[in-house]
């Protein structure tokens, strides 16, 4: 089992940010499903990039690895039918996107992944969604959970779905891109929408006509399909936070670059909340710079356009000073782990004063120490604790702390160029 020792550290230097994970799985199948040869250069490589390749793989796309990149022939729209089940691995994007393209064949497709895609990631919205257009699906799982089986081929049509997680939304408007004629979908309680805007900023750049209105409705004019094209994945600003955080925290001077302040994913507005806080960030044309701050402040901040930052925002508030609520926060209890739960529960043993509601944490900042700690097999969860360490008085332990590789693989060893006393431990134990 892997884990990681920590210390407090100081940092320094220059860091580059990862390939976007979100970004890399859109373009493989986007490339995937397209006309033709594309290239994805720069892409993440991670457990869930393979999942994807494999999957689009089995749904006829032929995929190469390059220098740099991958080689993508396309397979025009017309996915052929697998011929065993797909497995996305542990991507909530792989499930619900790749069960959406097996919307478009006529013979029934399995999909499932491992136990978190089969207990925490709910499949019903998109499920119902299917079925709306003509389609049959069906959660073989409990509680509308993985396994499902899907069988087409669906139809233009009109379609209402729940909006409580973007992904089923954004796989509807994948699938009804790839349609002949009219979709239109309508959302009720939409919620982290920066996301469904990320699919629709791809399809838009891909000359697929399509109106949205709020995150609430979108009318997409399908057209079977999209010419290859060439892609090159930026910098994650999800992964950049923890950097970041990293420097704030330890009151040091690190620059990461490879973002784009001009991409359409929506963590980057998560630094104007750092700002707020009395963050001293410095944003340039290709990243940003992290000042010393000596003065970080409490505050409130609706998490839900970002949900993905709970973890390391609550791990921020708990060196600020005055009281942190982080709201709209029900989103985070779907992920690889109930992140509410699971940053309490760990933060907790370190000293923090945490407390956790339906929908929200209330944090009041202090000081933390050393503890030995579990990722509750999340990667956020893993580099967010990792990240306290740096900061806290004594040594730490995360333990089972290889889902790192998910979306940040070598966040430990860029850590220890900046300067971080932290490094992977390999032992027997079992977890």
Not at 398 to 407: E, F, L, P, Y
């Amino acid at each position: 089992m892997e884990s990681i020792k920590i210390s407090s550290s100081s940092l320094s230097g220059v860091i580059q940010a990862p390939p976007s994970k979100s970004h890399t799985l859109r373009g493989v199948l986007f490339a995937s499903m397209a006309r033709g040869k594309s290239k994805i250069l720069n892409p993440l490589n991670s457990p869930d990039t393979h999942s994807m390749i494999e999957a689009c793989r089995q749904l006829g796309a032929r995929i190469e690895r390059i220098e740099h990149g991958l080689e993508i022939w396309g397979n025009g729209g017309n996915p052929v039918q697998p011929t065993s089940i797909i497995d996305a691995g542990n991507s909530g994007q792989v499930l619900r996107f790749v069960t959406a393209m097996a919307a478009l064949l006529p013979g029934q497709t399995i999909i499932s992944g491992d136990e978190s895609i089969q207990n925490r990631r709910p499949m019903q919205p998109l499920i119902d969604g299917i079925n709306q257009l003509g389609g049959h699906g069906k959660c073989q799982g409990d509680h509308g959970m993985a396994p499902v089986s899907i069988q087409g081929p669906v139809n233009p049509g009109i379609v209402k779905v729940d909006g409580l997680v973007s992904q089923p939304i954004s796989a509807l408007l994948m699938l009804a891109a790839l349609l002949k004629g009219e979709s239109q979908i309508h959302v009720s309680n939409p919620q982290e929408k920066p996301w469904t805007t990320l699919t629709v900023d791809w399809l838009k750049r891909l000359s697929v006509q399509l109106e949205s209105q709020n995150g609430t409705y979108y009318r997409v004019i399908g057209r079977a399909g999209w010419q290859g094209f060439e892609y090159t994945v930026p910098g994650d600003f999800s992964a950049a936070l923890f950097p970041v955080v990293a420097a704030l925290l330890t009151r040091s001077v690190v620059t990461v670059k490879g973002l784009n302040w001009e991409d359409a994913q929506g963590d980057k507005f998560v630094f104007d909340k750092l700002k707020a806080m009395g963050a001293n960030l410095i944003y340039t044309k290709n990243g940003m710079e992290v000042l010393q701050s000596d003065d970080l402040r409490g505050a409130q901040i609706d998490v839900n356009d970002f949900a993905d930052a709970l973890p390391i925002l609550s791990v921020l508030a708990c060196f600020a000073k005055g009281e942190t609520r982080l709201i709209n926060a029900d989103v985070a209890r779907m992920k690889e782990s109930d992140r509410l739960a699971s940053i309490v529960h760990e933060l907790s043993k370190m000293g923090a004063k945490i407390c956790q509601k339906p929908s929200e944490l209330i944090i009041c900042g202090g000081k933390l120490r050393g503890a030995m700690l579990d990722s509750w097999q999340d990667h956020r969860i893993a580099m967010a604790l990792s990240v306290a360490a740096l900061a806290s008085e004594g040594d730490t332990h995360v333990r089972r702390t290889a889902c790192i590789g998910k979306s940040y693989p070598a966040f430990v060893q860029e850590m220890a160029v900046l300067g971080a006393n932290m490094e992977n431990q390999i032992n027997d134990e079992k977890g």
